[in-house]
């Protein structure tokens, strides 16, 4: 039946475009000639020294993307752990983040308009991000350390922050209503995704948005046709969002809600597999929530006073129970230990206040943009028939201050000092950690730029492991060391191109490890050193010709115990190629080709594969369909068979997918 009507939509939508054809023909030769200089899919940040990465709205609609783990996984570093579905999914950054066994170990910040969310060591069942990415504008990644001392700590792979819509976004600030609706339909798993938006102008100074998005995928198929368990889905989301601006725009208040569930009957408890196996079956319930409420002071005549007061709220609640009679251990002498933890369910609740402020002043010749805050942060977990809840309270002290010293070289030294006490109510423990880094740019007059940073940091004990009292005064240590040079400039090549580019390598050291075992067996990990080379680039020509490339090397191994080995978390060598074209802002046409080199230092080799996908992109600009958006994409075109390297499940074969949407 969904086959049925997604061939019924892409007829009628094909139809409404062979109507307009003539008309389109016709303005071809003229307007479609005209475009924006610069333009490519995705903006290299060359002016500073951090690894960052930003995904905006038009990229994000442009992929398509199913789950918000798909919407990162072209920058480099970033690798999926089974990406295309919510349930056994995570993210890993340079090496650190989501596993086969655990969807976090903690290595990893991510934060929904400035919540803290996700669970911690959650044996199997992934990284628990269940969230719709057509909740989100914009998804900011930063790779490495540098970068997050203000926005958390341990962050040694690095940060994922999104930030959902806003009403403004559809009104552009101008009183009334605009009705924004979508539809998207994948051919492999039969997926649809609806996404309804509303936002209210209230007025200049109030806005309103509401959001309700469902996604739903059956199982899907592989590139040899065989079809992938537990690869099905339903995902309903919704998000209310209102912004509240008085005292002559000095004052704002903002509230955000989102809040996402999926039911799941008779699946493996074991999210990263296909079946169940020696675990069995669960009935599976997950709720996601996640509630912020902003307050900004931002005096026009003071530039001294930029505060923010920041309460945010987010629980993730997993219920599930064992479905009798569906792992063949049961009854064995192994069911009494796996028991506990099939039929376990699961709370996490994330309170967290933060007040900062940006002040921006001189001395003398440096100019500042100096960010202070503090932090005050409780984590609560339930208790459950698998591990015992507890509480994790800290208060943490940052200080990141950019220090433009005339118009070429900039530094900014961060500080974060967090103290914590945890606990479940019998026993508790305190820690106190130090940590920070520099960061230096300096651009030359030629577009050229060189950079450079060091820091630390420490993931501190989490709730999970009260069990083991020697881990709960030892936190993780790490320190990267990093070193690249970017350009950007226009007219390089030819009149009215635009090229920039960035490359940066980098070092971790990593010791007084806690969450990793040598591969196979119980044996505790003591030390390990990882380095990478990285690069973004952009090229673009007046004539709308477009190229992104990005790669990423990555080498990794453990110091102790010796004689060491290979860190398993290291994903495949990658280079990912994207050429297009634009014409103005109506069509983008681009070819993307993903190629994954053979990785053998791994305790589980995988062999190389190269993929390609097709994007199209139609927005008509006059006419009857003036505010239409048509999107058509083709992902893994030549239906290859493959694994990506660190996933524990066979990639999707060839998915088409089309999306219509139009803002009224």
Known sequence: ??????????????????????????????????????????????????????????????????TVAELVDSVPGVTLINGQTPQGSGINIRGFGANSTYGSDQKVIIQVDDADVGAEELYRIGTQLYTDPALYKSVDVVRGMAGT?????????????????????????????????????????????????????????????????????????????????????????????????????????????????????????????????????????????????????????????????????????????????????????????LQPLVDADHRYETTKLTVKNTALFETGSVSHNLRTGVEFKRKERLDASSAAGGTDDRIALFIVDDMSIGERLTLTPALRFESQSIGDGTVSYSNDVLMGGLSAFYKFDNGFGIFGSAAYSESMPIIDDLGTPAYMTQSEKATTFELGFSFDNLDVFTEGDDFAFKANVYKTKFYDITSYNVAGTFTPLGSAELKGFEVEAAYSLASGVYFDANLNIQRGEYISPAPGGDWEGIPADQLRLTVGKKWDDELDLSWEVVANKKMTRSSTPSASNVTHNLRATYKPQSGVLEGTEMRFGVENIFDKEYTPHLATRTAPGRNFKFTLAKTF
């Open 149 to 337: 001392f203000e926005f958390g700590s341990g962050a040694i792979g690095g940060m994922v922050r999104l930030e959902t819509k806003d009403a403004s976004d559809f009104t552009g600030g101008a009183p009334g209503f605009r009705l924004r609706q979508s539809v998207q339909f994948s051919s492999n798993g039969d997926g649809m995704s609806s996404s309804s938006i509303f936002a209210w102008q209230v007025a200049e100074d109030f806005e309103v948005l509401g959001n309700y998005t469902y996604t739903t995928q059956n199982d899907q198929t592989d590139g040899a046709g065989a079809t992938i368990g537990n690869s099905s889905f339903s995902l309903p989301s919704w998000q209310i969002k209102a912004k509240k601006t008085f005292g002559d725009g000095d004052h704002a208040v903002t509230f955000s809600l989102t809040d996402t569930n999926s039911d799941s009957k008779d699946v493996p408890y074991d999210s990263f597999e296909t079946t169940g196996g020696q675990f069995g079956n669960v009935d599976r319930q997950t709720h996601s929530r996640t509630a912020t409420l902003g307050y900004k002071y931002n005096p026009y005549d003071n530039d001294l006073i930029d505060l923010d007061v920041i309460l945010s709220y987010s629980d993730q609640q997993i219920d599930q129970s064992y479905v009798a009679g569906s792992s063949p251990l049961e009854g064995g002498p192994s069911w009494p230990f």
């Open 1 to 66: 039946m969904r086959i049925q009507r997604f061939a019924k939509a892409s007829l009628l939508c094909s139809t409404a475009v062979l109507l307009t054809l003539p008309a389109f023909a016709q303005d071809y030769a003229t307007d479609l000639d005209e475009v924006i200089l610069g333009k490519t899919k995705r903006e290299v940040q060359t002016d500073t020294a951090t690894a960052a990465t930003t995904v905006d709205q038009s990229e994000m609609d442009d992929r398509q993307a199913s």
